[in-house]
């Protein structure tokens, strides 16, 4: 596996080595000692699965303190723009973001820290995105930073005139200058 980094330090990618024949291919997509020996030491507790037709947007979704979530993402079916944004006010990349396309055929992932929204938007018919959380879902500590917040500037790629599919919730998020932050 290799990690390849990202605009924001603390988000890289992870490339799989992978193993393809006549058959099919294969490869690991979780080996906790190949991703302690690349820097990533984290306990994942729960595995997320879900399902999202083109144009749906999910995001930005982050948890806070206590409870913040760090998350390792990849795609088993299909193809998204998968974005992080940095929400520790003490970081030099404060406000930033970045966005990486993730996909069955690319096989790769991402690691986003506790620290950090995140969101996507499903490129392909269906997309199936599986992520491993570092803390389990606490709707109480569950925060959406609005997905087209004009200060983050998130470049995603929306036909012009397009307008994502978002669940209710995330329609209803907050700009970055009114989320509750990280020190």
Not at 29 to 44: P, W
Not at 136 to 161: F, M, Q
């Amino acid at each position: 596996m290799r990690r390849i980094p990202t605009a924001i330090s603390d988000v890289f990618v992870l490339e799989p080595r992978v193993f393809e024949d006549d058959r099919g291919f294969f490869f690991e997509s979780y080996n906790r000692k190949t991703l302690e020996s690349l820097g990533l030491i984290e306990d994942f507790v729960q595995d997320n699965h879900s399902r999202s037709h083109r144009g749906v947007l999910r995001g930005l979704h982050y948890q806070i303190a206590p409870r913040a979530q760090g998350k390792l993402v990849r795609v088993v079916v299909g193809e998204i723009f998968d974005v992080a944004v940095d929400l520790r006010r003490s970081s030099p990349t404060f406000g930033r973001w970045v966005g990486v396309h993730l996909s069955a055929e690319n096989k790769r992932q991402i690691y986003i820290p506790a620290g950090f929204a995140h969101g996507f938007l499903a490129l392909s018919p269906w997309a199936e995105v599986c992520y491993k959380t570092t803390d389990y879902y606490s709707p109480e500590h569950e925060r959406c930073v609005l997905w087209n917040d004009a200060e983050l500037n998130i470049a995603w790629p929306l036909s012009r005139g397009e307008v994502p599919l978002l669940s209710p919730k995330d329609a209803q998020g907050v700009v970055l200058a009114h989320a509750d932050l990280f020190d």
